[in-house]
């Protein structure tokens, strides 16, 4: 669920509220991790009023832990969304990346990085994305 944190005549955002539905599956067998999700997405197009578009959203990623460690893994990812639309409002337009990447654990952090390469729609040609997570648990 997604909702307006600002608006067009500030510059910032679209002002839209978009609602988004999946089904997420995970399966892991030795230094394999693979998962997944599909769903529905709404998204209210920006630039014209009572207007929306429906959309699949979908993603899959296999990730592996290499040398059996869990302290590094690799990972290949798909992700996007896709519209159910002939004639696609502007704002709601087919999305979809590859990302070829890698993380690495040290103590309660995880360290991550990827490239990443757009195949539909108004997706960006190329790029390179990181983060950082603090892991909670066990």
Request: glycine share 16%; charged share 15%; no cysteine.
């Amino acid at each position: 669920f997604n909702i307006p944190d600002s608006n067009q005549a500030e510059g910032l955002g679209t002002n839209t509220t978009n609602i988004g539905m999946s089904l997420l599956g995970s399966y892991g067998r030795g230094p394999f991790l693979i998962t997944g999700d599909v769903g529905i997405g709404i998204l209210e197009a920006p630039l014209e009023n009572f207007e929306q578009n429906d959309v699949i959203i979908y993603s899959a990623e296999v990730l592996y832990s290499i040398a059996g460690a869990q302290t590094l893994r690799a990972y290949a990812s798909i992700g996007g969304r896709a519209s159910t639309r002939g004639e696609v409002p502007v704002g709601t337009e087919d999305l979809g990346e590859v990302r070829l990447g890698a993380d690495y654990t040290f103590s309660r952090w995880r360290l991550d990085a990827a490239g990443l390469v757009g195949y539909a729609g108004n997706s960006p040609s190329w790029g390179v994305t990181g983060g950082v997570a603090l892991l909670f648990g066990s």
